[in-house]
Structures are given as structure tokens and as C-alpha cells.
């Protein structure tokens, strides 16, 4: 038998994996890719195959949740930041297939969208179906502070945050729940001591950090990438709602131990008083609300929620904080409109501006404005008969969202800082008999008022 010359067989061999190789690559572009659908081959267009991947997990993640007759909606905020750029291009852009995938193809590990708890029953199926289709899947559940009052602090265990992982991308699926002060609550991000810490880079999550608190979204249906997905109406003031939306709950266990020690009035005056007090501070969150102008609980307020997550019965008054820079004319004709008589205005927007309003009975709402320093914040307060100034220095602080008597508004988010600057290390401790000139912690004297200008910064009406 003749031998068989070696470079024949090389070269058979080679054309041999060459065409081989060619099959392949005919089986990818002709089969898989129907396989696929031809949408995502247009979307694709010269994107590389990890961006393709992004827009492929999205699209897959939106026919699970359709399927399901779940209604998410959009909430990362890098793509609604591009989204928000082209905004009107989107609203008009006809339903076909675009050339080119431009938000859902942008490098990110996670894509986030929302889900409102009430909309849907929780199905075991949708994470059967989820299975099936390549998703690996991650619960994360706490406790429901909604649930949480003085009598009871045990509150049932509810789904929080979903994390749907398909290759090298993940869908992060926020659950908001709705809260008695009309506003949409998620909570934190909590991992339990058995569940894997590596299933994803959770610090890169942009959700889940801290609790937060949004207003009820107006949702739109767009076309994105091909793709049919809600987003809020208005991202940009979604956006600039997500970087504020910090929530603080109240401390209900801190407020047991409390009354443990200094037992509740329970008085007919106190609980009067309590129902006023509730009704003078919706009525002035409305008013401000109305006119855009941020505030926050301040002084016996502030206290009261921290200290007792309740109003203070022997305040007797509402107390509120607003910056200057936030001062609006229209403040005191707006509180007037809503049947609250102007009591006494004291300072000018320069200088230790208050206002005071007269509520129901003799309940008032004292509105302090709060002047911004290089290392500190103060408010100011006047003395009628002698025109002396004071001053209250309190630290640098931010805002966060609570939820007290059923309203959603602002406390400082460095809490205990700012009741300790006003009322001392024994705040935890009722004072009964109080003198805003001395009794703070914190006030300084800062002069006196010229005789000349008493008529325009001492006005009591």
C-alpha cells in the first residue's frame, strides 16, 4: 500500500475544520438569530455582543413580567438620564424597530424598574417561569414598618427587592408599597446572614442603600429600543425626586421605652390639643406644598417625633424650619387665604426672619427661617419689649422624608445632632417649663434691634 503523502492529509484536515467553521458561522446568523428574533438583530446593529446582552435580558425580563399581567415600570436612572434627553424624540417615535440600540445597550450591571405591591398577587408561577427561562433569581424581604405602632413591634416579614440575574446582566426589580401619608415607600436593601453576598455587586445597586419615599408617579407607555416599557411621565423630576428621597421611620421602640418612663398624656386637653395640632400642620404642608416651598419639623416638632413619634401635648404649637434662600412673598397672603391670621412677623428676610400664624384655639404654627453659615446653620428670635436679638446655632445638616401623623414631610436626617443642638444631652428628658430665650442650648445674644427699625422688624397683629 502506497504510503499517503503527510501534506495531503494536513491540508484535507484543514479544509476539513474550514468548513466546519463556515457552518457554524452560517447556523449562528441564519438560525439563532431567528431564534432570537429580528428586532433584536436590527437593535443590535454594531453594538458588541456584552451591549446586545443588556437589551436581551431587558427584553426578556418585560415578556416574563407581560406575561404575568405584571405592570413595572422604568426606574434606572442612568438610562431615564439619556431617556430624559430626547424625551419629545421618544413620545413621537413611531412603535418599529430602530437601527441602533442608544439607552438599553449602555454598559451598567443592572437595569431597575418598580413594581407597585397592590398590582400584583405575588404568583409562585412568575418564578417558575422565570426559571425556565434562564433567570436565577433573588428574594430579599424585611419587616413591614408600616405595621409598627406603639403596641405592637412585630411586624410581618414583605418582599422588598427582587434581583433577576440572566448571564452577565441583572435586573433589579424595587417593590414600592403605599403608605397612609399618600406616597409611595421602598425599603432598604438588607441581605440575611445565609443568602450570597456575591450573586451580585449589590454596593453598585442604585436603590436600596436607604429607605426612600416618592410621590405616586404619572406613568407613560413608550417605545425604547424596540422595546415597550413605562417610565415616569416626567424622568428629570423623577431623577431630582430619587436623589432627595431619602426615609427616616419613626423610632418606635425608643418611643416604648419612653413612655415607659414618662407615661403618655392622655388627657381630654392633650388628645384636643394632638387633633388640632394635626390639622394646623396638613393645612400648612398643603399651603407650602402649594407654593413649592421646602420645610422641615423643627424645635418641639422635630422632638416630638424623635423623641415620642407623636406631638408633644404641652407644646402647644407647631413648629417648622425653612431656609431663607427658600423665602417666598407669597407665604404670608397664602396662609392667610387658608384661614390662618398673620399672629406676629419678627426680623426681615436679611436678618432672623419668623412668622407665626394663628391655628384652631389657641394652637399656633411658628415658621423659623434658617440662615446658612460657613460651618453652621442658625435661626433667629426677637424680644418684643426690648428689641434684643438671639440667635440658635445648630450643625450643618441635609433632609430626609418621614412619615408623622399620617403626612409625608421633612426632619433633619441628622436627627440627633439637631435636637441635641437645641435641647442639650438630656433631651430625652419633658420639660414643662420652657424660655425660648434662655432654656435652649444653643441660643446665643446677638444684639439689638435698632429703634428705627422696630416698627418694620417687631410687627404683632
Excluded at 412585630?154 to 440575574?165: N, T
Excluded at 445565609?194 to 450573586?199: I, L, S
Excluded at 394632638?274 to 421646602?294: D, E, P, Q
Amino acid at each position: 500500500m502506497q504510503k499517503i503523502n503527510r501534506n495531503v492529509v494536513l491540508a484535507l484536515l484543514s479544509l476539513t475544520s474550514l468548513i466546519f467553521l463556515l457552518f457554524q458561522l452560517c447556523y449562528y446568523k441564519f438560525y439563532l438569530s431567528q431564534k432570537n428574533g429580528t428586532a433584536f438583530s436590527k437593535v443590535r446593529g454594531s453594538q458588541s455582543d456584552q451591549d446586545s446582552t443588556r437589551w436581551h435580558v431587558v427584553r426578556k425580563f418585560l415578556g416574563l413580567t407581560s406575561g404575568h399581567n405584571i405592570p413595572v415600570y422604568l426606574i434606572d436612572p442612568l438610562i431615564l438620564g439619556l431617556v430624559d434627553k430626547d424625551i419629545e424624540q421618544i413620545k413621537n417615535s413611531p412603535d418599529g424597530p430602530n437601527p441602533e440600540c442608544k439607552y438599553f445597550c449602555t454598559p451598567r450591571d443592572f437595569t431597575t424598574f418598580a413594581l407597585l405591591d397592590k398590582t400584583w398577587k405575588h404568583e409562585v408561577g412568575l418564578f417558575r417561569t422565570a426559571e425556565k427561562m434562564g433567570f436565577q433569581w433573588l428574594k430579599i424581604i424585611n419587616k413591614d414598618p408600616r405595621l409598627d405602632g406603639m403596641d405592637d413591634l412585630s411586624g410581618m416579614e414583605i418582599p422588598l427587592h427582587y434581583i433577576f440575574k440572566l448571564a452577565s446582566h441583572a435586573i433589579h426589580l424595587v417593590v414600592f408599597y403605599e403608605r397612609s401619608g399618600n406616597f409611595l415607600w421602598h425599603g432598604p436593601l438588607r441581605l440575611k446572614q445565609h443568602m450570597d453576598r456575591k450573586f451580585v455587586p449589590f454596593r453598585k445597586l442604585h436603590f436600596g442603600r436607604y429607605p426612600g419615599a416618592y410621590e405616586k408617579p404619572e406613568l407613560l407607555l413608550v417605545s425604547i429600543d424596540d422595546l415597550k416599557v413605562q417610565i415616569p411621565k416626567n424622568p428629570s423630576s423623577f431623577l431630582e425626586e430619587m436623589s432627595h428621597s431619602r426615609f427616616l421611620e419613626c423610632r418606635y421602640r425608643e418611643a416604648r421605652a419612653f413612655f415607659q418612663l414618662y407615661p403618655d398624656d392622655a388627657s381630654l386637653d392633650a388628645m384636643e390639643f394632638r387633633k388640632k395640632a394635626k390639622s394646623l400642620l396638613h393645612l400648612a404642608a398643603l399651603t407650602l406644598n402649594n407654593l413649592g416651598v421646602k420645610f422641615w419639623l423643627s424645635s418641639g416638632t422635630c422632638l416630638g417625633w424623635y423623641r415620642q413619634c407623636n406631638v408633644i401635648p404641652h407644646s402647644k404649637d407647631v413648629d417648622l424650619g425653612i431656609f431663607i434662600r427658600d423665602y417666598k412673598a407669597d407665604i404670608i397672603p397664602a396662609f392667610q387665604n387658608a384661614g390662618l391670621p398673620l399672629k406676629h412677623k419678627f426680623g426681615k428676610v436679611e436678618d432672623s426672619l419668623e412668622l407665626s400664624f394663628q391655628g384652631e384655639g389657641d394652637v399656633k404654627l411658628d415658621i423659623f427661617f434658617f440662615y446658612d453659615e460657613d460651618d453652621h446653620i442658625w435661626n433667629g428670635g426677637t424680644q418684643v419689649k426690648s428689641g434684643k436679638k438671639f440667635k440658635y446655632l445648630f450643625p450643618k445638616f441635609t433632609l430626609c422624608w418621614t412619615e408623622f401623623v399620617e403626612l409625608k414631610v421633612h426632619v433633619p436626617c441628622e436627627t440627633l445632632q439637631y435636637v441635641e443642638a437645641n435641647y442639650g444631652p438630656e433631651w430625652k428628658v419633658p420639660v414643662k417649663t420652657w424660655d425660648w430665650k434662655s432654656s435652649p442650648f444653643n441660643v446665643q445674644d446677638n444684639g439689638v434691634w435698632p429703634i428705627d427699625e422696630w416698627d418694620n422688624v417687631i410687627q404683632i397683629y
